[in-house]
């Protein structure tokens, strides 16, 4: 079993709708959640961090339940441009060396 | 501030030799980290360092070597390249966790083909 797993899609909306991805995990010991954003052949970049209380940045909503180990995070309103891969992030604590895995990915595709 | 470099960009090998990944960051960060990516497995975590002199094997390090004989560099080594090591190679960096919240800054990537 994979230590993150996520619905690999694709996942295609029209511009305005609003889209919710879910990812697990299977280490009860991890530390800090992250959802990144990945374009077609480039770098990932940090889109943001979940926190236990649940987080919002603008059209992003993240949550996190430790007790069923699942992060999530919901986009509303979409636009053409949130068209990417978002990739569940786990990190380990320090007694785990702080390791980070990533998970393999969800596409969405956002039209028109 | 160059961020996370990487070179090269694009490299060609054949079976059996062996070549070096650069990987330099200047935001003094203590941790660095090696991934690689392929179709439909995401990213998966090679080697990773929490400061120079200290690193540790991640989820798939075989036929990889690191080292960190400084804070700016984390060079990765394949020793003896396999058509199994065709992918494209992200090197990482941020500072070391001491909160839950620290962004972690990925170079461009290594885009590396073993024929």
């Known amino acids: 079993r994979k230590e993150v797993e996520q619905d690999p899609g694709p996942f295609n909306v029209p511009e305005g709708a609003t889209v919710a991805f879910n990812c697990t995990y299977s280490n009860s010991a991890s530390q800090s959640f992250f959802w990144y954003r990945q374009d077609c052949r480039k770098e990932p970049k940090l889109l943001m961090s979940?926190?236990?209380s649940g987080n919002e940045d603008g059209r992003f909503t993240a949550q996190l339940n430790r007790a069923s180990q699942y992060i999530s995070l919901l986009i509303r309103d979409s636009k053409l441009s949130d068209s990417a891969t978002y990739l569940c992030?786990?990190?380990?604590?320090?007694?785990?060396?702080?390791?980070?895995?990533f998970g393999a990915g969800t596409r969405l595709f956002v039209k028109a | 501030n160059a961020g996370v470099t990487q070179t090269p960009k694009f490299q060609v090998l054949k079976t059996g030799q062996s070549m070096t990944l650069q990987c330099a960051q200047d935001?003094?960060?203590?941790?660095m980290s090696w991934y690689r990516q392929d179709p439909g497995m995401g990213l998966r975590l090679i080697h990773y360092s929490v400061g120079a002199g200290i690193t540790d094997q991640g989820e798939v390090p075989n036929g990889y070597n690191v080292s960190r004989s400084t804070t700016e560099d984390f060079p990765l080594r394949l020793l003896s390249a396999a058509p199994s090591q065709t992918s494209v190679y992200f090197c990482?960096?941020?500072?070391?966790?001491?909160?839950?919240?620290?962004?972690?800054?990925f170079g461009p990537g290594t885009r590396l083909t073993v024929l």
């Open positions: 979940v926190y236990s």
């Open positions: 935001m003094n960060h203590e941790y």
């Open positions: 992030v786990v990190r380990y604590p320090p007694t785990g060396g702080f390791k980070t895995i």
């Open positions: 990482a960096s941020s500072y070391l966790p001491s909160d839950n919240d620290n962004e972690q800054f």
